[in-house]
């Protein structure tokens, strides 16, 4: 017999004395103030209601909760606890034990208390021991050199004069969110566009409290990893390029070095996989350690004897050129050799694996960053925490433009022009992007000689803009810019095709680039030279602009011929690696994107142009149509990408212009999507059909459609969250005069009476919708009121109509049958899953008498009517000759109503089916229900 999980908790906590149970909430005090965070009144009501709390503290707590912040509210919840003693605290924790299932945070906290056991109740903390004398004058040199090392950010300007700018870390440092969970660890798309499109989806869990942050300091010796093995802890986590993995393992080095954060740490070592690259020999951990900190000399034997007091951070698994695969112990190098000894001499990537592994100084701690690319290799590796730096969410990404302008008006500027263009907003997650809008579109801002009218509006806009503006401020510094970035794009083209970012010099002589150029500011501006340690190499400052420069090649070779032969191959790789060059080489055909280049560069080829042009057009064509499934809509959607970075009105008319239907059914749609669709869709006269049905697109997405919904005919909206703001901007649709829309499905989207006197509005100045589907909503009867009014009016066309479960009562009924005697248009009525009853049939049943009224299918299932309200029905529609469908299931006729019934099958003339199942008829009920059926062949009755 399965054991109830609550009981099970329940005695688990009983097991915790007093004191251990004030530990314990102490130890989860940051995870559960978010756990609570959606709760925190209902708690607060519980611990009132056994008199743990006065009436005034419940009233503070309700408040803070009430006025939207919940954080506070919650924390002092806590607080209060805590002060109240041990009974307070054992009613708060039997509450959470009880609303568990409803809040998954709780869920999780208490899944872990649980399955630490007992043996760990009392390990909340592990002490680390006082650092010995002798090794106190290396710590501090140690944490001096570190501190200089982190206090400072370099920002390039791309500026002749200000090269780059030095900041205080402090100063500079965006704070990101960190999710305590990781994503897919397999892609099969390009990672930006993957974490771009699902970070809405993330951040909406997130704010559900689905989803817990963690902060850097939590990443060990928290509750987020006590529970985890007993020698060591291993901490992942995964980050896009440039969303600020190396940015947060500096600010983690700083905190540590000036005595902020993890004071149980005697020493902390970090590494990047991009500086171990350059030990090609085979090398033990102490000389490792020398290797980068050569001061430390001959004490690293003391600190092997207390390995619980170090962390060793590796920064950017995926640079790194050894395969470390932790599945079967199977990796790349040999021998396959276990490295158990810190004096032992092995290769680079065994003392990494054996350090993760805790078989090497097993108790000491370990911090890997890695892109999602290669998490993978992580999967079967002794990981305690897993986590996800989401980037810049909400109001920080205003803030990150805020700190990147001195001039604050100049920022403001430039934030609402990316805020208003979703194009350029989505990828706002992530901070190198912004520093690339930054620097790109700050100049539009600040000087006078540019024009207003060449904003960037698309990517590959922006990026031509950006490498425009080096050119212009480098110009004199090289012979042949155009040659020279020809070199660097095929650079860039090779290393998306081989998945590489960091290049060296070979790489640059392989391409006919001399690294002494890298004397010259232009091209230091578009490769970072890193020599911090023993080794030299070079990366694009971020992927997107390898991306660009892979693709402007394309445009600068003397020979096009196979260009197109080389889009399409690129195009073949299912992983996505190529999305984003396409996108690029899609939108340098725009002559908005060429141009600025061209001052600089001289005129692309015409034939390139041409080629492809021709190339994004076979791919539309041969796109349309093809979405049976998940990945045809996602690659349609892709091509419309390519539509609209190439900006070519003629091509998108030649090729969807004459598109009858689109299908997204079931596939989740960001704002950028939306706002590319909508371009796509602005390019036609009209859509026969568009099906968004379960695309997430809530009123965000929807705003982004808004100014082409009406020259669609049949609009499938469903089950997408639109909520009453989302009506307010589709009745603006409908209001309009060459409006289309004859069939609007609106059915699962949180609607309520707040809508509708909006869409009451919408209907009676729309002249084309004939079919509303509403149900699955909270509209009331309230709300339902308001719409009947529309439906009186003689310009309402409205023939159909669903209010199927939308709480509605016999206190609407007199309404609804005020309009069914005034529409006489109206033919498919469902009110369905309501709760109309007998009275409220009793109304609808006048109306139905009238000979006017022509209804032909009326749905009136599950609405607690009884044997009353059943004759009421028969006898207004026994005659009625429009009428051909009549369901009636799951209501509480009995054999009493079952003459009224009989009456009604034989004589309502042209009535094809009814469907009376699921009532309370005994089988001669039945029998006697059936019986006109076998006199009327046509006739299906359904008992």
Known sequence: MDTDPNSTNTEFLMKYNDYQLFQLTKFYQDRLEQAIEEVVDGVSLLLTYR???????????????????????????????????????????ESFVKMRHSVPKLDKILKEIRESGSD???????????????????????????????????????????????????????????????????????????????????????????????????????????????????????????????TMVQKIVYDWATGKIYPHFQFVFSFKFRDLNSINCRINLRNLIQFFYP????????????????????????????????????RNTEPLSMCTDPESWCEVSDIVYSLIQHQLLPGCSVLVTSRPTALHLLEKAEISV??????????????????????????????????????????????????ILGLSLGPFFTQSDRKQQHIPKTITQLYSYYIYNILKNHSREIENPRDVLLKLGEMAFTGISEKKIVFRNGDLIESNLQPSQFLSGFLMELLERDDSAQSLVYTFPHLTIQEFAAALA??????????????????????GRFEIFLRFAAGLSSPQSAWPLEKFLGRFLHQTTCRVIDWVKEKVEGQIGNTKNETGKRNLLNTFHYLFESQNKALARSTVGSMQALTFREMRLTPIDCAVL????????????????????????????????????????????????????????????????????????????SCAEDLASALSANQSLTDLELSNNNLGDSGVKILTAALRSSECKVQKLSLSDNTLTDSCAKDLSSALNA???????????????????????????????????????????????????????STKESLTHLNLQANSFTDQSAPALRHLILNCSNLCQINLRDNKFTPNGKEQLKLPQESRSKRNVIV
């Open 295 to 330: 001061y430390f000399g001959n004490v690293l034997g003391e600190l092997w004897k207390n390995p619980e007091g170090l962390l060793f951070i590796f920064d950017g698994l995926d640079e790194f050129k050894e395969m470390i695969n932790f599945a079967g112990n199977r």
């Open 554 to 575: 394309q445009f600068l070779t003397p020979n096009s011929e196979n260009i197109g032969k080389l889009l399409s191959e690129a195009h073949s790789k299912g992983d």
């Open 120 to 246: 760990s109740r009392m390990n909340v903390k592990r002490d680390v021991s006082e650092i010995p004398n002798h090794l106190k004058d290396v710590q501090r040199k140690h944490k001096e050199t570190l501190r200089v090392q982190t206090e400072t950010l370099r920002v390039n300007t791309i500026l002749i004069k200000d090269k780059f700018k030095i900041f205080q870390l402090v100063d500079r440092y965006a704070e990101l969110t960190v999710i305590s969970t990781v994503r897919d660890r397999t892609l099969v798309e390009h990672e930006l566009l993957a974490r771009g499109r699902d970070h809405e989806e993330w951040r909406e869990k997130h704010l559900r409290r689905e989803l817990e942050k963690i902060r850097p300091d939590q990443l060990f010796q928290s509750s987020f990893s006590w529970r985890k093995s007993k020698s060591g802890s291993s901490a992942a986590v995964s980050g896009v390029p440039g969303i600020g993995k190396t």
């Open 823 to 877: 529409n006489w248009i109206l033919k498919d009525l469902d009110l369905g899953w309501n709760k109309l009853g007998d009275s409220g049939v009793k109304f609808l049943s006048e109306a139905l008498r009238n000979p006017d009224c022509k209804i032909r299918k009326l749905h009136l299932y599950e609405n607690g009517i009884t044997d009353s309200g059943a004759e009421d029905l028969a006898s207004a529609l």
């Open 678 to 753: 909508s371009q796509t869709i602005g390019l036609c006269d009209t859509i026969e059909y568009l099906s968004l049905q379960k695309c997430y697109v809530q009123c965000e997405g929807l705003q982004r459609l808004e100014p082409v919904l009406h020259k669609c005919k049949g609009l499938k909206l469903g089950y997408n969250h639109l909520g009453d703001s989302g009506v307010k901007l589709l009745s603006a649709a409908l209001r309009k005069s060459d409006c289309k829309i004859q069939t609007l499905d609106l059915n699962e989207n949180d609607l309520t009476d």
């Open 386 to 435: 897993w986590a996800e730096i989401l980037g810049l969410v909400g109001d920080e990404r205003k803030e990150y433009f805020n700190k990147f302008f001195e001039n604050q008006m100049v920022a403001a500027a430039v934030f609402k022009h990316v805020e208003e263009n979703e194009i350029l907003y989505t990828m706002c997650y992530n901070p190198s992007y912004c520093w």
């Open 51 to 93: 008199r743990h709390f006065s009436g005034k503290e419940h009233g503070k707590i309700t408040e803070l909760a009430e006025k939207g912040n919940r954080t506070n509210s919650s924390k002092l919840l806590l607080n209060l606890v805590t002060e109240k003693g041990s009974q307070a605290l054992r009613v708060m924790w």
